[in-house]
Nanobody
Framework: QLQASGGGSVQAGESLRLSCAAS????????MGWYRQAPGKEREGVAS????????LYSDSVKGRFTISRDSAENTIVLQMNNLKPEDTAVYYC????????????????????WGQGTLVTVSS
């Protein structure tokens, strides 16, 4: 399973840190990442990280503000979110893949096999 934590409510410009730990049936996942879904919108890829080469992949909307990292055991990922904006408000979901991510298609939901429960991030102006 994937256990996400760290959501909350902040003001615009502030920071939050999300964590996601893989355990149980989700053994040594390859790609891991974060998606988000705002009210009335489709779920979108935010950031992902590959196993091995640790290549980091970001959506244009968060590039330069968010940083994804992975621990040495490669079972936990962290999303550091800085300079948050109201448009970042969404439920954030952790995802993991059995196979390593295809860079050109990293944000396609079909690449991920496991999903965690969502954690709500609210950014007020």
């Amino acid at each position: 399973q994937l256990q996400a934590s760290g959501g909350g409510s902040v003001q615009a410009g502030e920071s939050l840190r999300l964590s996601c730990a893989a355990s149980g049936s989700v053994v040594s996942p390859n790609g891991m990442g974060w998606y988000r879904q705002a009210p009335g919108k489709e779920r979108e890829g935010v950031a992902s990280i590959r196993r091995g080469d640790a290549k980091k992949l970001y959506s244009d909307s968060v590039k330069g503000r968010f940083t994804i990292s992975r621990d040495s055991a490669e079972n936990t990922i962290v999303l550091q979110m800085n300079n948050l904006k109201p448009e970042d408000t969404a439920v954030y979901y952790c995802a993991a893949s059995r196979y390593n991510l295809i860079v050109s298609a990293w944000s396609q939901r079909t690449q991920y096999d496991y999903w965690g429960q969502g954690t709500l991030v609210t950014v007020s102006s």
